[in-house]
C-alpha cells in the first residue's frame, strides 16, 4: 500500500510523488540526512506538566507510538523526558523533537537548547525545530541549529510554522531544512508549499491535524468515516499519510491516543482524498508565519 501527493497540481490523482509505504504504528520516513523518522507520533501541545502528559506519553508508548513531540513552550519536556526513561524502551527507538521558543532565538538560542536537553535529558534530541520564524532572529539561530546538529546533539534539525520564503532564506544560509511542522488540516493544505517541500525532500508534518476538533461534525468526513467504520478522526489522520504528510495528532486520553493508530486497515479513494481537499478554505486556527509577532505579543 502506498502513499503519494500530486507535486504539481492541486489534485491528488494526476501525477503522484514522494512515495513512501503505510504500513502500521511502526511505519517509518527517511529524512534527507538517512534518520529514519516515525510517520505518526502524539504531540503533547497544551498538555500539563506532571502525570497529565507523563501518563499520555506513557500510554502512546504502550500504544506502540515511537514519535513524541514537545517544545520549550509546551513547558513539559522534563516529564515529557522522564516518561520515555521510565517506559523501559531503547532510546534508540523513540524518535524526539522539540523547539525553540521565539523569546530564545538570535543570541539566546544554545542557551536555550541546552536547558531542553538536559530538562529531556535523553542524551541527545532527534528533531530541533524553530519554532516560529522570527524576523532578524530566526537566521541567526538556523547557523546555531547547523552547529546542534553538526556536533550530533540534534539528529535532525527543521522548522515549523513556515511559508516558503522562510524556508528558502533556511538554505541560503547553509543546511537545507529537513522537516518543516506546518498547521495543516482539510481547511488549511497550502498546497504550494506541500509541493516545494516534496520537490526539495523536505519532510512535511502536520500540527493540529484534527483542527483541534472544529471538523468532527462535518458531514463529509462522517459520510466518509461511516463507510469505512472508523471516526472523523481518524479519517483525518489516514488523509494526511496518504496526502505525503507526517502527523503528531494530540491527546491526553488513552483511548483517543489508541484510537488515532487504528487508522492502518483502511485506504481512503483518490476521490475521498479530492473530497477531502476540496474543504480546503485557507482558514488557520492559528497565527501566519508572515505575522504571528502579533498574535504573540
Known amino acids: 500500500m502506498l502513499l503519494g501527493i500530486a507535486p504539481n497540481s492541486l489534485t491528488f490523482s494526476e501525477k503522484q510523488a514522494m512515495k513512501f509505504p503505510i504500513t502500521d504504528i511502526s511505519g517509518k520516513i527517511e529524512l534527507s540526512n538517512g534518520q529514519k523518522m516515525p510517520y505518526l507520533g502524539l504531540g503533547v501541545y497544551k ?17 506502540g507510538y515511537r514519535l513524541i513531540d514537545t517544545a520549550t513552550f509546551y513547558g513539559n519536556e522534563e516529564s515529557v523526558g ?68 553538526d556536533n550530533g546533539m540534534a539528529k535532525a534539525i527543521g522548522a515549523s510554522n513556515c511559508m516558503i520564503h522562510h524556508l528558502q532564506s533556511l538554505q541560503k544560509e547553509g543546511m537545507k531544512p529537513i522537516l518543516v511542522q506546518n498547521e495543516f488540516h482539510p481547511r488549511l493544505i497550502q498546497q504550494d508549499i506541500l509541493n516545494y517541500c516534496h520537490e526539495q525532500h523536505i519532510v512535511y508534518q502536520a500540527w493540529s491535524p484534527l483542527m483541534r476538533g472544529q471538523l468532527l461534525d462535518h458531514d463529509i468526513l462522517k459520510e466518509i468515516g461511516q463507510k469505512y467504520g472508523k471516526s472523523v478522526a481518524q479519517v483525518l489522520i489516514r488523509w494526511d499519510l496518504q496526502k505525503g504528510v507526517c502527523s503528531i495528532p494530540k491527546s491526553v486520553h488513552a483511548a483517543r491516543i489508541r484510537e488515532n493508530a487504528e487508522i492502518f486497515d483502511f485506504e481512503l479513494t483518490s476521490e475521498e482524498i479530492q473530497q477531502i481537499d476540496n474543504l480546503d478554505r485557507n482558514e488557520r486556527t492559528g497565527a501566519h508565519p508572515d505575522h504571528f509577532m502579533e498574535h504573540f505579543n
Open 47 to 63: 498538555a500539563k506538566s506532571g502525570s497529565e502528559v507523563y501518563d499520555a506519553v506513557r500510554s502512546a508508548l504502550d500504544n
Open 82 to 149: 522522564k516518561a520515555i526513561r521510565d517506559s523501559g524502551i531503547s532510546r534508540e527507538e523513540i524518535f524526539v523533537t522539540t523547539k525553540l521558543w521565539i523569546d530564545d532565538q538570535g543570541s539566546k538560542t544554545a542557551e536555550a537548547f541546552n536547558r531542553s536537553f538536559e530538562k529531556l535529558d535523553l542524551g541527545y534530541v532527534d528533531l530541533y525545530l524553530i519554532h516560529w520564524p522570527v524576523p532578524g532572529k530566526y537566521l541567526e539561530s538556523w547557523k546555531v541549529l547547523q552547529e546542534i546538529y
